[in-house]
């Protein structure tokens, strides 16, 4: 076995042995699946989620946000 083998040997190991440490990951959102996504934390890993239904609400439903809206 030659150095180089035998480094990439041991890098391997150290890696396995780090990627089992990692928390699993998290899924990719499908963008094409919705207009609006909401920030879901579990077990310390934060994700994109698929608001399915979305509220719609208008500008003009808002109350007391006139300089907000003149902005």
């Keep these: 076995m030659t150095q ?11 890696l396995a042995r780090l990627e089992a440490l990692l928390p699993a990951a998290t899924p ?9 996504f909401r920030w879901r934390k579990r077990g ?3 994700y994109l989620q698929v608001v399915r239904h979305p509220a719609t609400i208008r500008l003009d439903d808002l ?8 902005q």
């Design 4 to 14: 180089l083998e035998h480094f990439l040997n041991r890098a391997e190991q150290v």
């Design 28 to 36: 990719v959102p499908d963008w094409a699946l919705g207009s609006a």
């Design 44 to 46: 310390g890993v934060g």
């Design 63 to 70: 109350c007391n946000i006139a300089a907000q809206k003149k």
